[in-house]
């Protein structure tokens, strides 16, 4: 890590409006000046529009600190973070701040489901982790991307992002109709009838470790996916069991 890292986090100019014109914002009551904790107890007239539209507030400069990050992925997460506090002094405010952000990035309670991908806790729910976590069975520290979700409620986006998660791209409403999701099961219409492509799930996979320059090992994995297993084509008595899936409407379906 950069020896100036709280430093260029830190110092970024602080946004908001640039008219320094009293005239512009609400003036502060006197009890609301009163009841904050940071100055003295009468109001100067360069606070006076402090809670006003026209406002200053701090911005700090995440993108070094989650650069820093990127390139520790695949190292020990307590190397990782021996060298983190080895940089940063925890008796000053800006170091503290620096180490807040780390422990907000990176998810140190991530657990192995029984389907072998990494979860973790997320408010109310459990959900597959994304971003920065360290991996509860070797302890790296590993990234996660997002997942594309699309524009939330649209039937079409919803389609296409169904089908994604199984390699499966598509970009026009008939493509999306030729098929059908059903849990693990994908069903595709084709001229000759109905085909079942069944999936499995294949977790993150170490493909080998690479020696950098520096001395220090990089572990190179395979994202974990669906892969399909196996692919029929579909009886008759299988068809009539899921008739209600095969003739409804995948962008209708909620």
């Not at 990234?143 to 169904?162: I, L, M, N, T």
């Not at 492509?197 to 996916?225: C, F, M």
Request: proline content about 5%; overall charge positive.
């Amino acid at each position: 890590m950069r020896h100036d890292m709280a430093k260029v986090v830190t110092e970024r100019p602080r946004r908001g409006h640039s008219n320094p014109s009293r005239k512009w914002g609400r003036r502060l009551r006197r009890d609301e000046f009163e009841a904050d904790d940071h100055g003295p107890a009468r109001a100067p007239i360069a606070r006076g529009h402090q809670y006003g539209w026209d406002c200053k507030e701090f911005s700090d400069l995440l993108g070094p600190l989650r650069r820093y990050l990127h390139t520790q992925v695949g190292r020990p997460w307590n190397n990782v973070w021996s060298d983190i506090t080895r940089n940063l002094d925890h008796r000053s405010l800006s170091g503290r701040h620096i180490v807040s952000h780390v422990l907000w990035d990176v998810e140190r309670n991530a657990w192995l489901g029984a389907d072998g991908r990494v979860y973790h806790r997320r408010s109310s729910h459990t959900a597959p982790v994304s971003g920065f976590y360290v991996h509860p069975g070797t302890g790296l520290l590993r990234y996660a991307r997002e997942p594309w979700r699309g524009h939330r409620g649209g039937p079409f986006v919803k389609a296409q992002a169904a089908l994604r998660a199984f390699g499966i791209n598509v970009s026009t409403a008939t493509d999306i109709r030729r098929y059908r999701v059903e849990g693990t099961r994908i069903w595709e219409g084709r001229d000759c009838g109905w085909f079942i492509h069944t999936y499995r799930w294949v977790p993150e996979q170490l493909v080998r470790v690479v020696t950098r320059s520096d001395g220090r090992n990089v572990s190179i994995s395979k994202l974990a996916h669906y892969e399909r297993a196996a692919t029929k084509q579909a009886s008759g008595k299988e068809m009539r069991n899921a008739q209600l899936l095969l003739e409804g409407d995948p962008l209708s379906m909620k």
